[in-house]
């Protein structure tokens, strides 16, 4: 069997003779809700054990397949006794009008089987996914893999902290998300906010609560984008 391999944007691409066909079935989505978690739907025919289905993303800033666009991210794709597969990308931030996005079976550690081509999805406030009780769990613990080393430490380029738990780097380690939860811990240190739960902040302190500030600093600055 012969195999083609290139490398695009920090992924390992092959096309080999007899490789699984991978489509996008009717769910594939016309749009993604702005600051909301929307659904990406596949379907594969032939996949291996040794093989699971990705979908690969990224903000696409003028709705095109530009190479020289920011590098992708990954997600693992879930799957339903019907042979389903789905993931649920990150809620994209107010400035990001278009997800660009394709699915792919991919062949641990570096190496694409069979993907979709590239497709597009606006980004829109009216867009309403629904997403049932499973895909909402999924939304609220999600697992951002990277493609190159500089995505690591840094928040995915494009979309909200919310919901992003974990992350796993370009080399395959699996670690906390460190950009997101330096955005929390940014927030509660802020002594302006308001807490609903521990109660209204006053002269710098919080009342009802133990977290106790006597500065009127702001927090340290966010990342770029929130």
């Not at 309403?128 to 995505?151: C, F, H, K, M, Y």
């Not at 906390?176 to 240190?189: F, H, I, M, S, Y």
């Not at 009342?207 to 006597?214: L, P, R």
Request: hydrophobic share 40%.
């Amino acid at each position: 069997m012969r195999t083609i391999r290139f490398v695009a944007a920090g992924l390992l691409f092959a096309s080999a003779a007899g490789a699984q066909i991978i489509s996008l079935v009717k769910a594939e989505p016309d749009c993604i809700p702005a600051e909301k978690n929307g659904r990406v739907v596949a379907a594969a025919t032939g996949l291996s054990t040794s093989q699971v289905m990705r979908m690969y993303f990224r903000w696409s800033e003028d709705g095109t397949a530009d190479k020289d666009q920011k590098p992708y991210y990954w997600i693992d794709m879930e799957t339903d006794p019907n042979g389903r597969y789905w993931a649920i990308p990150p809620k994209p931030e107010q400035r990001n009008h278009v997800l660009e996005y394709f699915t792919a079976a991919f062949v641990p550690p570096d190496r694409i089987a069979s993907r979709t081509p590239v497709k597009f999805a606006k980004v829109t406030k009216n867009c309403q996914p629904n997403l049932d009780a499973r895909e909402a769990g999924v939304s609220a613990n999600l697992t951002i893999g990277e493609t190159t080393p500089d995505q690591q430490k840094r928040k995915v380029w494009g979309f909200l902290c919310d919901g992003i738990a974990t992350r796993i780097n370009a080399q395959g380690i699996r670690r906390a998300d460190e950009a997101c939860r330096t955005c929390v811990v940014a927030w509660w240190l802020n002594p302006g906010i308001i807490n609903p739960i521990l109660g209204a902040t006053v002269a710098g302190g919080v009342v009802g609560g133990n977290i106790i500030s006597d500065t009127t600093e702001p927090s340290p600055s966010r990342p770029p984008g929130r």
